[in-house]
């Protein structure tokens, strides 16, 4: 079992920045890919990015590209991604995601969740 916890969400204006935080325990973290998706009600949950356990690949989805920044630190068992440039259609809650060994865009192949965090966008 791998435990997950986010932080780091909370209320930004249209164009700031946010870090969020996943802590990660029960396993070895650096066996793990880690992702962050995003879900709106209504609608299924949205990939954003991924990065490999070793932190040497990242993968983006276009609508972050460029302004979001996933990043890991194996030594504090923790993801982090950075956003900045924040939209108002970034609102949302932001799950953080881990997998056995190989990434992977699709949320349904993700076997751990955390409980997610919510970041608010104002115009």
């Known amino acids: 079992q791998v435990q997950l916890v986010e932080s780091g969400g909370g209320l930004v204006q249209a164009g700031g920045s946010l870090r969020l935080s996943c802590a990660a325990s029960?396993?070895?973290?650096?066996?793990?890919?880690m992702a962050w998706f995003r879900r709106v009600p209504g609608k299924e949950r949205e990939f954003l990015a991924a990065i490999t356990g070793s932190g040497g690949n990242t993968n983006y989805a276009d609508s972050v590209k460029g302004r979001f920044t996933i990043s890991r630190d194996n030594a504090k068992n923790t993801v982090y991604l950075q956003m900045n440039s924040l939209k108002p259609e970034d609102t949302g809650a932001y799950y953080c995601a881990a997998r056995y060994l190989v990434v992977s865009y699709r949320y349904s192949d993700y076997q751990y969740w955390g409980q997610g965090t919510q970041v608010t966008v104002s115009s």
């Open positions: 029960g396993r070895t973290f650096s066996n793990y890919a």
